[in-house]
Nanobody, 121 residues
Framework: QVQLVESGGGLVQPGGSLTLSCVAS????????MGWARQAPGKQRELVAR???????NYADSVKGRFTISRDNAKNTVYLQMNSLKPEDTAVYYC???????????????WGQGTQVTVSS
């Protein structure tokens, strides 16, 4: 079994910052790409940021220059630093990882349960 658990969400004023964390645990052999997606009420889930195992990154246009994704491979953890937050960033944020795990080995994309981020004055 593999679990991804997000933390760090909450209520923040426009212009403020938050850092999300996501820890992967379980019978993990290797984690390839990791990423963050978000889903606002009434909208489809959208990819926000992705980071490869060699630290290459890409971002949705809506968050470029404001959000930074990073990872700590020793801790199986991915972070999302969010600055200059806007009301339209309000959503449930989900982390995901392309993971090689289990016995027998398998590889698939695992998702966390999500953490709420609300940007409001």
């Amino acid at each position: 079994q593999v679990q991804l658990v997000e933390s760090g969400g909450g209520l923040v004023q426009p212009g403020g910052s938050l850092t999300l964390s996501c820890v992967a645990s379980g019978s993990i052999f290797k984690i390839y790409d990791m990423g963050w997606a978000r889903q606002a009420p009434g909208k489809q889930r959208e990819l926000v940021a992705r980071i490869t195992s060699d630290d290459s990154t890409n971002y949705a246009d809506s968050v470029k220059g404001r959000f930074t994704i990073s990872r700590d491979n020793a801790k199986n953890t991915v972070y999302l630093q969010m600055n200059s937050l806007k009301p339209e960033d309000t959503a449930v944020y989900y982390c995901n990882g392309d993971i090689n795990w289990g016995s027998p080995k398998r590889r698939d994309v695992q998702w966390g349960q999500g953490t709420q981020v609300t940007v409001s004055s």
